[in-house]
């Protein structure tokens, strides 16, 4: 029999990349994607996938309601879990942190609850979480190993901290199997045009200001979603019980550098750039030390930033229409 692997979140950003490069070619696994379909989840990303695979199957369910969840779990005897699912915006984190501690904090709780009661023998929960519950670090500190403390500095990051000691409190108490990744920016196609690399896509492309928050020098480390998304499958997979692996691109970069090369790779001009007011406990810098990954089980980015952000042009550019039906859904 095959095994039922949960997948949460995947009509977003890094969960729909998830689907398409690695449950889609992978039928020895049946999967079940869950996601709430929020502002930032849209179905027609994964519809043709999910239609044209008989081993990958939809349920529209929101992980805040605990009911729907441990009803999920009960029928369908899960193996494993990998969690994507969240509110993923700093900048609405700060608008709004109610929700962000419902999704990530409370709706994780539900779903450790769920696979602790409900899950198969042997379930494996892999929680995805970000370089981003560090805090950050200045220039000339050694980038985060996964001994570093954990430090939040937004409602988003700290959110997604609560979950992590969540995860982790539930392996210590209760000797549940789980493992964890926590990963730099990530950027690619399907990305919600909300964070900077599409942001500033499209405005390029529109000739329109691009908005740099302060003087554009805080630094983070980017990697390609397909190479991060190998390296939640590889932690799945073969990461030791317990454990948190760190996952990284290898490529710091200024934000402001990263807007000139999105000018250059679409031949516009430096004058489009305009600086507004920095965000509220805008981080300095991530980085990313993922030495463990890459003894453990050969993690190592293959798309370096140049022939990524490339990629990512072009497909922003080839698939205008995505970008407007996904605006266009959630007006
Ligand atoms: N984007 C990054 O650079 C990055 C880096 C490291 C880690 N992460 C983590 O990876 C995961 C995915 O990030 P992303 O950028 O793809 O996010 P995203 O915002 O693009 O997608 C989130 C998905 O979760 C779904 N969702 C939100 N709330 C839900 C709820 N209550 N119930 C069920 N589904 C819900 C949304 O509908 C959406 O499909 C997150 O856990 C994030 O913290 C992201």
Redesign the pocket.
């Known amino acids: 029999m095959k095994k039922k692997i949960l997948l949460?979140?995947?009509?977003?950003?890094?969960?729909s990349n998830f689907l398409k490069k690695i449950a889609v070619p992978n039928k020895d696994y049946n999967f079940v994607v869950?996601?709430?379909?929020?502002y930032?989840?849209h179905y027609p990303t994964i519809e043709r996938d999910i239609e044209e695979n008989e081993h990958l199957s939809f349920v529209k369910?929101?992980?805040?309601d605990n009911e729907k969840v441990r009803e999920l779990f009960e029928t369908q005897k899960f193996s494993g879990a990998i969690?994507?699912?969240?509110?993923?915006?700093v900048d609405n984190s700060i608008k709004n942190p109610n929700i962000f501690v419902e999704?990530n904090v409370l709706?994780t709780l539900n779903l450790l609850n769920a696979s602790l009661h409900h899950g198969e023998e042997n379930f494996r929960f892999c929680h995805?979480?970000?370089?981003e519950v560090y805090g950050e670090l200045t220039e000339s500190e050694p980038a985060f190993t996964e001994n570093h403390k954990i430090a939040p500095n937004s409602p988003y990051s700290a959110s997604?901290a609560g979950s992590d000691l969540l995860v982790r409190s539930y392996a210590e108490t209760f000797g549940m199997d789980t493992v964890m990744t926590r990963?730099?920016?990530?950027y690619g196609p399907y990305?919600?045009p909300e964070?900077l690399i599409p942001v500033m896509i499209a405005k390029a492309m529109a000739d329109e200001k691009l908005p740099v928050y302060g003087d554009g020098r805080n630094i983070r480390d980017w990697i390609f979603v397909d190479d991060?998304n190998i390296g939640v499958w590889n932690v799945f997979l073969k990461g030791k019980k317990g454990e948190v692996y760190n996952l990284g691109g290898d490529a710091e970069m200024r934000n402001i550098d990263v807007v000139k090369t999105i000018l250059k790779v679409l031949d516009k001009s430096e004058d489009l750039i305009g600086f507004v007011e920095d965000r509220k406990g805008h981080d300095w810098r991530y980085a990313m030390d993922f030495t463990k990954a890459k003894n453990e089980f050969g993690f190592s980015p293959k798309v370096t930033f140049e022939e990524g952000i490339k990629l990512t042009v072009k497909w922003y550019l080839d698939n205008q229409e995505w970008v407007d039906s996904v605006k266009k859904a959630k007006v």
């Open positions: 949460t979140g995947c009509a977003g950003f890094i969960g869950l996601d709430a379909l929020t930032a989840g369910i929101d992980i805040r969690h994507f699912a969240a509110e993923s915006h999704t709706g995805v979480s970000t370089d997604k990963c730099s920016n990530n990305q919600f964070k991060h």
